[in-house]
């Protein structure tokens, strides 16, 4: 009986904390249904609500939909995802499976890099793309990701693909399977936890990197998401109800694809932890 009081408890205090937790986001659905005037009420529901702020925060002007913001910010997404998954699973596959010279220099410059702050690279990079004419376009926030895709991600597959047994890689060179082969056969079939845990954060991070889009992006027909939802705020009358439905479903996608693929992410973060 005491091992099922303490568990009834332990349940009641994650339920608890799970409410309190959540209770943003429910405060923030709540809102997102009430006129500007009832904000300053301090009821969680409206009661009458408007759900028309969806509607009309969807079609936001004459000429743009939210439609064509997400459809921009999706495009870009894909370009990150595709391009920090591959570059960042051939680098680690690199440090951890080739032998070349100087590989522990090297990988301890690459570490240190995650220690730079960005905003000291900004001015030259912006400098660098200015000079090849890629400002206001998706160029600048999407070739950095096929350049390794980070350090933090390269960090994390070595871990993953040092624990891999290398007897598979003999057995693939017995076979006449060159180094690329057992890339692409061998370590990176391996690598799906991983990857999606790379995958995940690239989404989740990029989406949300509002200062890069602002700095690149000038074309209103080329804003993502953030950026739209910045022009809410410099209208004279700020239409606070529909922001808040825009912004709500701004984060639909990273919410989706995390529980889509939040098995493999748990088993790509647990494994890579264990490995040394």
Known sequence: MKALHRRTLRHLLLAAFSLLMLYPVLWWAGASLKKTEELRLPTLWPATPM?????????????????????????????????????????????GRLNFKLRGLWFSIMLLTMMLPGQVTVVPQYILFNHFGFVDSYVPLVLPHFFGGGAFFIFLLVQFIRGIPRDLDEAAKIDGASVYGIFLRIIFPLLKPALVTVA????????????????????????TVGLALR?????????????????LLSIVPSVVIFLLAQKHFVEGIATTGLKG
């Open 231 to 247: 022009m809410f705020i410099d209208q004279f009358e700020i239409q606070w109800g529909q922001l808040l439905a825009m912004s």
């Open 51 to 95: 759900w028309e702020n969806y509607s009309e925060g969807w079609r936001f002007s004459g000429e743009y939909t939210f439609a064509r913001f997400f459809g921009n910010t999706l495009l870009m997404e894909a370009g990150n995802v595709i391009g920090g998954v591959l570059t960042a699973a051939l680098v680690a596959y690199g440090f």
């Open 200 to 223: 995940i954060f690239t989404f989740i991070w990029s989406w949300d990197d509002f200062f890069a889009q602002v700095l690149y992006i000038s074309s209103i027909d080329k804003f």
